[in-house]
């Protein structure tokens, strides 16, 4: 049974635009805080963004709020992660996730189901 399963990534070039969507299980969706993360190459899993459970709440890395928009869409049971003026350093694996918790916390152990990652490759 999949519970948490991201779609989207792709191979785009530096300035384009990209939106990540991830499909969670209803059971975990409901009231729980949803989240992405991304490991590039070589590197560990680094937070990007989170959403609260009420969606009344988002936390972003420092640098990437105001390129980066995370929200939720209750009724689809889905939680998206707009990417905007992507650059090089964006590439890696995103992986999206939800904690048994309400609150958006950007620590890495806090969070309790992981999708299996989308590839984003930004190319200059």
């Known amino acids: 049974q999949v519970l948490v399963a991201e779609s989207g990534g792709g191979s785009v070039q530096s300035g384009a635009s990209l939106t990540l969507s991830c499909a969670v299980s209803?059971?975990?969706?409901?009231?729980?805080?949803l989240g992405w993360f991304r490991q590039a190459p070589g590197d560990r899993r680094k937070f990007v963004a989170a959403?609260?459970?009420?969606?009344?709440?988002?936390n972003y890395a420092e640098g990437l709020k105001g390129r980066f928009t995370i929200s939720r869409d209750n009724a689809k049971n889905t939680v998206y992660l707009q990417m905007n003026n992507l650059k090089t350093d964006d590439t890696g694996v995103y992986y999206c996730t939800a904690r048994n918790g309400i609150g958006p916390t950007s620590t890495y152990v806090s969070w309790d189901y992981w999708g299996q990652g989308t590839q984003v490759t930004v190319s200059s």
């Open positions: 209803e059971r975990i969706f409901t009231n729980n805080a």
């Open positions: 959403v609260s459970g009420s969606g009344g709440s988002t």
